[in-house]
C-alpha cells in the first residue's frame, strides 16, 4: 500500500511524456499469466471470477463514473466490470487488495452518507460522484481508474470494449491498414496543386 | 517457415561467436558470414515470426513481453553514486531493450537520419566541457558516410535529402512515406517560422523492396513488431540474409553469461543457458559482442578473472561508464479538424534547424525535432489529454472524443553528454533469474542536458503555434527516467587509457575481441542512433574480415 503511493507520486512528478508515464504505471504481470488469463477471457462466459457479485456491483459504478454513458456507450455498456475481474484475478493480482479494501472504505463512507442497503451503487450519481471525488487521490482510485480504461479501449479478447465499441467512441478504426490521405490535413494538402510534392 | 540453418557443434572453434542479434549483431552476421567465415549468433530472445506479432496494445505496452519482465530481468536505477540503486515498484524497467532476434530493431520507430559531421568532431570544434568526458570520436562522418550508404541499400530507408544533411555518395533507394497530417502541420508551421522541415528518413519501405512488401499505414510500429515485414528491422534483413549464406546459425534464447580467455589473454569460448537453462560453450577465433549498451558492459564485467580483474576488456577502467540516453521533450497540440495520427508511420517529417549546439544559447546542445503520436487507444485515455482537463466523467469522455482524432506531439531528440559518473554497473544486491548480478543503471543528465530539453520544447510550443494549434500543452522537463537509446559504455577511441575500443571496434586489452553496438559511441547525437550503430557495424565488419584474411586476429 504504502509503495503502491510512492508509485502514484513518482507517477505524478515524473510523467513528462507518453512513455514516460507508461514506464511507471503498473506492475509487470508474469507473461505467462496474461496469455493464460487472454485465453480464460476468450473461453468463458461472463461470470464473475475474483469479485463477489457485491464488490462488482460497486466497482462497476465507480468505472460508469469513470466513463459515463451519455449518447454513447459507458463503462457498463463497454463491459469493463468483466475486464476488470479477470485482470484482478491474473496481470493484475498485485492491485486485488488495494481494489477490495478500497471497495470496502467506500461503502463505508456510502453507509456514512445514509446510503440505502445495496450500498454505493444505489446512491444518486450526484452523491456517488461527491464520494468519489473525495477520493480522487487516493490508490484505489488510480488503480480502478486505470483498470476501467484499460478494459474499455484495450483488446476486445481481454473482455471488455465490448464489440469494439470503446475504439468507435474516440474514432479509432481499427482496420490493421490504411490508404493515405489519413487525416483532414494531408487530404488538402495533397488536394491542393502546391501541395503532393516530396511525396 | 524457418529455413534449414547450418549448426555447428559447440566443441568445434567456429570464426565468430556473435552476442545479440540486433542492429549490429544482424549486420555484423550477414557481413561476416557472406565474406566466408563460421558464424554462431547468440540471442537471449526468442525467435519472433512476422505472422505473430499482433496490434495488442495492452500486451505490447503492458505485459511488456519482449522487454523482459522485472521479476525475471529485473534492473535497479539511482541518480548518483552516493545512493542505493532500487528496483522501481512498478511499470516499465529504466531501460528498455528488446529480448527477440532482431533485438530492439524489431520494435522500433525507424527514424534513420545520419549523424551530422558535427556529430563526430564537435569537441574539437566547441572544445572542452569541465566535468564531462565530452571528446572527438576517432572516425570522421567522411570514413562513416560509405556505410551509411549500405545500410540505407541493404535494409531499405525511405527519404529524401534534407537542408542539413551531411553529404552523401548515393540517393535514398526508397521515396519517403506518404505525409501524415503531423507532416503537414509542421511543414506549415516551420515555413511561418522560416525553419527548413524535410521528410522523415525512416527504415519503413514506402515500396517493395528486395522481396519485402510496402507499408500497409497500421500504424502500430513503436514498441510493435511489424506483421508485414516492411519495417527493416534485423529481423527482416540482414538475419536472413546471414541464414541463407549457410554458414552463420542463430541461437535463440540463449543467454551469453561470460566469455572465457585462454592464459595469453585471448577469448576462447563463450559460456551461456542455452533454451532449456543448460550451461553450454561455444568455441571460436574470435568474439563480438553487440549484446546493446548495457548487456554489454554487464557481460564484461561479469567475464573478470584473474587476468582481468576488473572486468574483461577494462584496463581503462572505462567499461560501463558515459552512459548516454538521448534527452526528449514533448509539446502537445489541439486542431480543429482529425489528423487520425494512430495511422501510419510514426513520423513523416524532421526538422533539424536546431541541430547544432550554439554558444549564444548559454549551453551545450542540439537536436532534432519530429511531429508524431505514440498513442494507441488505451494509452491515450490514460495518459493523453492534457494533465489540467478533468482525467474522468463526462467531460473527460467528452475530450477524449475530441483529443484522441486531433491530437498531435512534436517530439524533440537531444544530445546527452558523456559523463562518467553515468553508468551501467553490476548490482551488488539484486539478481537476475540466472542468479546473475542485475543491471544496476546511475544516470542524471546534465545541466545542459535539461537545458537543451527546455530550449526544444519551447521551439515545440512555437511550430504548435505557428501550426494553428487550437490548444497547447507541455508537461514540464524532467530528468531522465531512463532510456531505450543505450549509449556510449565502451566508446571508442585511440587512447587505451580513456577508451574500450579501437577505432575497429577491436578492444584494446583482447586483440581476438570486438564490440560494436550503441556502446561506441563517443557522444550521443542528437537521438535515432540505430542507423549510426548500423553504419558502425558495416564497417567494422569491413576490418574485421580484413584482419582475420590477414591473420590478424
Known sequence: MEQRSVTRREFAAASASALGRAWLLIHLPAAEAAAAWARVAAREGRGLQVLTAAEARTLAAVAELILPADDTPGARDLGVIHFIDRALGSFAASMLDTIRAGIADLEAAAREAGAPAEGFAALPAERQRALLTDIESSDFFFLARTLTLLGAFADPAYGGNRGGAGWRLIGFENRGAYEPPFGHYDRVHTATPSGGGGA | ?553
Open chain 2, 1 to 553: 517457415m524457418r529455413r534449414r540453418t547450418v549448426r555447428y557443434p559447440t566443441q568445434s572453434e567456429v570464426d565468430f561467436v556473435i552476442v545479440g542479434s540486433g542492429a549490429a549483431g544482424g549486420v555484423l552476421a550477414k557481413e561476416l558470414a557472406a565474406a566466408g567465415f563460421q558464424i554462431v549468433v547468440l540471442e537471449q530472445g526468442p525467435y519472433r515470426k512476422h505472422s505473430e506479432f499482433r496490434h495488442d496494445e495492452l500486451e505490447s505496452w503492458y505485459t511488456a513481453e519482449i522487454l523482459g519482465s522485472s521479476r525475471d530481468h529485473p534492473q535497479t536505477f539511482r541518480r548518483t553514486e552516493q545512493q542505493e540503486a532500487r528496483l522501481r515498484e512498478g511499470g516499465l524497467p529504466p531501460l528498455l531493450f528488446a529480448r527477440c532476434v532482431g533485438g530492439s530493431t524489431v520494435l522500433f520507430t525507424g527514424n534513420y537520419w545520419r549523424f551530422h559531421e558535427i556529430d563526430f568532431n564537435e569537441r574539437s570544434r566547441l572544445g572542452p566541457i569541465a566535468g564531462t568526458g565530452f571528446a572527438d570520436w576517432p572516425i570522421t562522418y567522411a570514413e562513416l558516410e560509405p556505410y551509411y550508404t549500405r545500410v540505407e541499400w541493404e535494409i531499405g530507408v525511405s527519404g529524401a535529402p534534407g537542408p542539413f544533411d551531411p553529404p552523401r555518395s548515393r540517393p535514398y533507394p526508397l521515396p519517403p512515406l506518404p505525409v501524415k497530417s503531423s507532416g503537414v502541420l509542421l511543414e506549415q508551421g516551420a515555413r511561418r517560422l522560416g525553419w527548413k522541415p524535410f521528410p522523415a528518413p525512416m527504415a519503413i519501405l514506402s515500396q517493395p523492396y528486395r522481396g519485402r512488401p510496402a507499408c500497409i499505414h497500421c500504424g502500430f510500429c513503436m514498441l510493435y513488431g511489424c506483421e508485414a515485414g516492411a519495417k527493416s528491422s534485423t529481423l527482416a534483413t540482414m538475419i536472413p540474409r546471414a541464414e541463407a549464406t549457410g554458414r552463420c546459425e542463430v541461437r535463440a534464447e540463449c543467454t551469453a553469461y561470460r566469455i572465457e580467455t585462454d592464459a595469453r589473454g585471448r577469448a576462447r569460448r563463450v559460456l551461456y543457458w542455452d533454451a532449456d537453462g543448460r550451461e553450454q560453450a561455444q568455441r571460436a577465433r574470435a568474439v563480438i559482442l553487440a549484446a546493446n549498451g548495457a548487456e554489454t558492459p554487464r557481460l564484461l564485467l561479469l567475464s573478470e578473472s584473474s587476468l582481468f580483474p576488473q572486468g574483461l576488456a577494462n584496463s581503462s577502467g572505462k567499461v560501463g561508464k558515459y552512459l548516454m540516453f538521448n534527452g526528449q521533450a514533448y509539446a502537445y497540440g489541439l486542431f480543429e479538424h482529425p489528423l487520425n495520427e494512430y495511422k501510419s508511420v510514426q513520423v513523416t517529417r524532421v526538422l533539424h534547424d536546431f541541430y547544432d549546439a550554439d554558444p549564444a544559447r548559454g549551453f551545450y546542445g542540439g537536436g532534432g525535432i519530429d511531429a508524431r503520436f505514440t498513442y494507441g487507444p488505451a494509452m491515450f485515455a490514460l495518459f493523453g489529454l492534457p494533465l489540467d482537463s478533468p482525467q474522468w466523467g463526462p467531460e473527460f469522455k467528452r475530450n477524449l472524443r475530441e483529443y484522441y482524432t486531433r491530437t498531435v506531439e512534436i517530439n524533440a531528440h537531444t544530445t546527452s553528454l558523456p559523463l562518467e559518473s553515468n553508468s551501467i554497473s553490476l548490482d551488488p544486491n539484486v539478481k537476475d533469474r540466472w542468479g546473475r548480478p542485475a543491471i544496476r543503471v546511475t544516470y542524471k543528465d546534465h545541466p545542459d542536458d535539461i537545458a537543451t530539453m527546455r530550449f526544444l520544447q519551447d521551439r515545440g510550443r512555437e511550430l504548435l503555434e505557428a501550426a494553428g494549434a487550437r490548444r497547447i500543452w507541455t508537461v514540464p522537463v524532467s530528468e531522465s527516467l531512463g532510456g531505450a537509446h543505450l549509449l556510449g559504455t565502451c566508446r571508442m577511441g585511440d587512447d587505451p587509457r580513456e577508451s574500450v575500443v579501437d577505432r575497429y571496434h577491436r578492444a584494446h586489452d583482447v586483440p581476438n575481441l570486438f564490440i560494436c553496438d550503441g556502446s561506441s559511441f563517443v557522444t550521443s547525437g542528437r537521438g535515432q542512433p540505430t542507423m549510426t550503430i548500423q553504419a558502425l557495424a558495416f564497417r567494422a565488419a569491413k576490418h574485421i574480415a580484413a584482419f582475420a584474411a590477414r591473420g590478424e586476429i
